[in-house]
């Protein structure tokens, strides 16, 4: 059995979620409505869902992000380059995390036109992903 990932995440309109999140990042569109959309990011489903409210953004990336880890740091440079050549909105840019460390990752973050942040990277040790638990470091964060 396979399993997807779900997100649902607030926009304020489907016009410009689908210039980043189609025209820019790649994904695919499933089933609209007036009131959301659903896309297809790396084969995981989010449905971005239009709200009323102004959407505030975050101070940093934590709390909240989301995003995609690379199984190749071909493919994490391929999401990059994209990423540059289409224009989109850097919150932080490219680094490398925990250089030498069995937690070893590259990682840049995004940020939507409604202050959503993703995250995509990869990890030189793919044991990192889930393991590695000697180590204490998510991120910035200790």
């Known amino acids: 059995m396979s399993t997807i990932f779900h997100l649902s995440f607030p926009i304020e309109n489907i016009l410009e979620t689908k210039r980043f999140y189609v025209e820019g990042l790649g994904c695919e569109v499933g089933r609209e409505s007036k009131g959301s959309l659903i896309l297809n990011l790396g084969g995981h489903q989010l449905v971005a869902q239009v709200v009323t409210e102004p959407i505030a953004a975050q101070a940093g990336i934590y709390p909240r992000h989301f995003g995609l880890t690379f199984e190749t740091e071909q493919e994490w440079e391929q999401a990059l380059a994209r990423a540059k050549e289409k224009s989109l909105n850097f919150h932080q840019q490219p680094k490398h995390r925990f250089k030498g460390d069995r937690i070893e990752h590259r990682t840049f973050f995004l940020e939507d036109p409604f202050?959503?942040?993703?995250?995509?990277?990869?990890?030189?040790?793919?044991?990192?992903?889930f393991g590695e638990h000697q180590y204490s470091q998510v991120g910035d964060k200790t």
């Open 115 to 129: 202050h959503n942040l993703l995250e995509f990277k990869y990890y030189v040790y793919s044991s990192a992903v």
